[in-house]
């Protein structure tokens, strides 16, 4: 009886599975909305064909699902190629809210190039005829940069640039992003000097402050100059100043009020910068039209609505953009099962993608380039992710991607899998990431992240994986960073980094640049399998408790490990009352009780356990070839750090760990010439460390990426 009732449940399984039935629409430039898009070309009557736009495509979905037409079907919509402008979003409603759930499918017919912008092509360029502009422009440039009439080619609104947000409008050139008029054209000038403190305070960031409440060394709305050349620019108003004002981890773009020739000084519009102005600090000016002195510069008069331009090719040959759309080119609003593919996003100031909540969407194999902001954004849901894509040209990050609930440690189950992200952070450099995780329980792997100016991965959160990605020439402008970053959270745990490849991960900040950096108390992390490779530092664990490092490989970098007490050094004000950030962090989570009390007991006894010191660290069955192996701060000692069955080479005989494998020669690396497929000793499997599955490291070929 049991078998006949199988029989029949897989007869009925069957029989939906052939019954669900495909329903498919087309769109084409040369199509008309009031056709029925069911044809991916117009019939010989002119009367019938392809949809215009993707608005009709999209209110005939809605329109069917509220008809019950399009219960359990498998809706696609089939783009046939060229340029199709996105002037406003395009939202996605769930369908299947009328039956059982559909399917949607958005797709480039066939292998046709599609391409979705959020600007616009410029056109008429003329050589710069007006004397205002003429008489600021050296001489020697003025036969090479071309006037555009914005309002004249339809464009009155250019965005707004911010400190720590989008650029506004933005230029680009046969795809490249161009520059605004810079002063100096590489590198940074810096700050002289800031005038008397306490004149005007920034309401936001307060540390260390001076005996009158002020903090030391810095101002919150003037500095000033050295040298003369901020004195040749006519209209500072229209002048922005990009700085690392005080730290080289935080960078912002403020806007100039007004200069005084007199007195050298500068005086910036609010808001200012969070953390003020410091003698020292580094920026450049952007926007002047006196500075508009090498290809690939522009010039933006927002009050003329003029755009001045020197182009690095033949405006004649080259194509000129600039970026429109200020909000997301398309929104997935709870949805379902829908799938986005073989699309390519660009010129736009906002987003290309938002996914709000919902379950199984993914964008798949589509390219993203010359954006404004983050290019996707997955905001939780479940089972939503991206595969098999391509980011690149990016102002700020590549994709955000959240999912699972931290108070019930609830998994969101989000991934980014099989993406190549690089060249990313052209516009502000620091906390603009190539992928940023957080919630719980998310997926990161076989991605290649590269050539980025701070963090390659920014994790916040728990129990998520990272594995088999490759990284490298990250942190290229900025230092203290991490090309894998997460801190200052007790209670984020349980995530695993493991089967990556870190390599050339030194920046202008050498001995900052870290490939996984576990910053201020990061705690209970496993970090196991990876591959270090001429590093500035391979892990830097600083301050916090209860990670394990294991069975990782570590050669040429300027450090392996480093471990610090920083709760006793310069962060003991951290300890100085219960109401800092960790132990926020802490009392969020409600630790005490389910989940975190379960998950995690060792929690439950933290705050009597000098939480100040490093326990628990682990540092076991690693090897360590042509380096510094490991550095202990602030006078923690292997009684404090578990460091034991390490496979260390020790050529001057400096380390000395009787519980560790010390050899002056080398430990067991045959060859490390071919990335990260390493020959090892047979040897070393013997002394306890375990094969790493090198061949499964980075980008693979399947049905999105098939080369």
């Known amino acids: 009886m049991k078998h006949i009732l199988l029989l029949i449940l897989v007869f009925i399984g069957g029989l939906h ?33 392809p949809f215009r736009t993707l608005e009709r495509a999209n209110e005939e979905i809605v329109r069917m699902n509220d008809a019950g037409e399009s219960s359990g079907s498998k809706i696609q ?16 409603k769930n369908i299947g809210t009328h039956g059982q759930a559909a399917s949607v499918l958005w797709k480039n017919y066939g292998q046709e190039k599609v391409e979705f912008i959020g600007g616009k092509q410029l056109k008429d360029l003329s050589t710069v005829t007006d004397e205002s ?12 940069i071309y006037e555009i009439d914005l309002k004249q080619n339809g464009i009155d609104h250019y965005g707004k640039t911010t400190n720590r947000g989008r650029p506004g409008m933005e230029l680009f050139f ?15 000038d810096t700050i002289s000097n800031v005038p008397q403190l306490g004149e005007k305070m920034y309401e936001g960031y307060v540390t260390r402050l001076d005996k009158d409440g002020i903090p030391k060394g810095r101002h919150y709305g003037r500095f000033q100059y050295q040298g003369n050349r901020p004195e040749s620019w006519q209209h500072p108003e229209e002048v922005f100043l990009h700085g690392f004002w005080v730290f080289t981890w935080a960078d912002e773009i403020v806007g100039v009020q007004s200069i005084d020739r007199e007195k050298k000084e500068i005086t910036l519009k609010e808001p200012h910068s969070r953390y003020g102005y410091m003698k020292g600090g580094a920026f450049y000016a952007l926007n002047v039209l006196e500075e508009l002195d090498q290809p690939g510069e522009w010039y933006l008069d927002r009050a003329e609505g003029k755009l001045l331009f020197w182009p690095p090719g033949s405006v004649k040959t080259g194509s000129v953009f600039v970026s429109l759309l200020d909000s997301a080119m398309m929104v997935l609003d709870n949805t379902r099962n829908v799938t986005i593919e073989g699309i390519t996003f660009s010129y736009s100031r906002g987003n290309a993608i938002v996914v709000r909540g919902g379950e199984n969407n993914v964008v798949a194999g589509c390219d993203f380039k010359a954006l404004g902001d983050i290019a996707i954004q997955v905001n939780g849901g479940l089972k939503n992710g991206v595969n098999g894509c391509n980011l690149y040209n990016l102002a700020a990050g590549g994709i955000t991607l959240r999912g699972g609930d931290r108070r019930s440690l609830a998994p969101g189950g989000n991934f980014v899998v099989n993406t190549h992200i690089h060249h990313f952070g052209q516009w502000l450099k620091t906390h603009q990431s190539a992928i ?15 050539h980025g100016p701070g963090t390659g991965i920014m994790l916040s959160g728990n129990e998520h994986i990272l594995e088999y ?21 007790w209670t984020q745990r349980g995530n695993i980094v493991r089967y990556n490849f870190f390599h050339d991960l030194n920046g202008p900040g050498r001995n900052y640049v870290n490939a996984v950096y576990l910053d201020d108390f990061s705690s209970g992390t496993i970090v196991h399998g990876n591959i270090f490779l001429r590093c500035a530092t391979g892990i830097e664990i600083g301050g916090g408790r209860d990670n394990e490092v294991s069975n990782n490989i570590f050669i040429e970098n300027s450090l392996g490990i480093s471990v610090d007490a920083r709760g006793i050094g310069w962060a003991k004000y951290f300890f100085e009352g219960k109401d800092s950030t960790l132990f926020r962090g802490m009392e969020a989570m409600n630790y005490s009780q389910p989940p975190y009390s379960v998950k995690y007991p060792i929690l439950l006894n933290l705050y009597n356990d000098e939480p100040a010191l490093p326990k628990g660290n682990k540092i076991i069955n690693n090897i360590s070839y042509k380096e510094p192996w490991l550095r202990l701060l602030y006078g923690i000692d292997l009684d404090i750090v578990d460091v034991q069955h ?17 050899e002056k020669g080398n430990p ?6 071919q990335g990260a497929n390493i020959k090892l000793d047979p040897r070393v499997f013997a002394r306890g460390f375990q094969q790493i599955p090198f061949e499964k490291i980075g980008l693979k070929k399947d049905k999105y990426r098939i080369k």
Do not use: C
Request: hydrophobic fraction near 35%; charge should be positive.
């Open 436 to 450: 940023a995780v957080g919630g719980v329980g998310n997926y990161i792997a076989h991605n290649l992240i590269d």
């Open 174 to 188: 046969n795809e490249r992003r161009m520059h605004a008029a810079r002063w100096p054209n590489t590198g940074f």
């Open 469 to 489: 990605n490759e990284l490298h020439h990250l942190g290229q402008e900025m230092a203290d960073v991490g090309a894998f970053y997460m801190g200052r959270n």
């Open 646 to 662: 390490n496979l260390i080479s020790d050529p001057k005989g400096e380390y000395d760990n009787k519980k560790d494998y010390i």
């Open 77 to 92: 919509v089939m783009i046939r190629k060229g340029v199709y402008e996105i002037t406003k979003t395009l939202r996605l």
């Open 17 to 49: 599975a052939q019954a669900q039935k495909t329903i498919s629409f087309y769109i084409s430039p040369d199509g008309n909305d009031s056709w029925s898009g069911k044809l991916p070309d117009a019939n010989r009557g002119k009367n019938d064909g």
């Open 133 to 144: 502009y003429l008489d600021r422009i050296h001489a020697n440039h003025r036969k090479f």
């Open 668 to 673: 067991g690396i045959l060859d490390y010439n």
